[in-house]
């Protein structure tokens, strides 16, 4: 398993932007698929972007066009750009790794993954 430190949550106001990133403790090129997931209270954990360590991003339809996800493999750090937050985007936000690449599994499914960070929260006021 990879050790992943999440930073960077918050709280804004409706239209707001953060930027969220998740430090991988590893190898750079032994982590593959990276991909972020959120989990509202009372609901379930829900995949929310990745990106496979050749640069092909996916994106859950309820962020596309809103938020962006990107890799500093210099840096072994994965980031999510949220722009035009909405109060439904509210959620702890975690950040996962597979040694797969992203292509070769379910990148939405929080099963596919085995490492996971400890979370980070996210809070957009209306």
């Known amino acids: 398993q990879v050790q992943l430190v999440e930073s960077g949550g918050g709280s804004v106001q409706t239209g707001g932007s953060l930027r969220l990133a998740c430090a991988a403790f590893?190898?750079?090129?032994?982590?593959?698929?990276m991909a972020w997931f959120r989990q509202a209270l009372g609901k379930e954990r829900e995949g929310v972007a990745a990106?496979?360590?050749?640069?092909?991003?996916y994106y859950a339809d309820s962020v596309n066009g809103r938020f962006t996800i990107d890799r500093d493999i210099s840096r072994n750090t994965l980031y999510l750009q949220m722009n035009s937050l909405k109060p439904e985007d509210t959620a702890m936000y975690y950040c996962?790794?597979?040694?797969?690449?992203?292509?070769?599994?379910?990148?939405?499914?929080?099963?596919?993954?085995?490492?996971w960070g400890q979370g980070t929260q996210v809070t957009v006021s209306s």
């Open positions: 990106r496979s360590l050749r640069g092909r991003t």
């Open positions: 590893t190898y750079s090129y032994s982590v593959n698929c």
């Open positions: 996962a790794a597979n040694t797969y690449d992203c292509s070769l599994g379910s990148w939405f499914s929080k099963d596919w993954y085995k490492s």
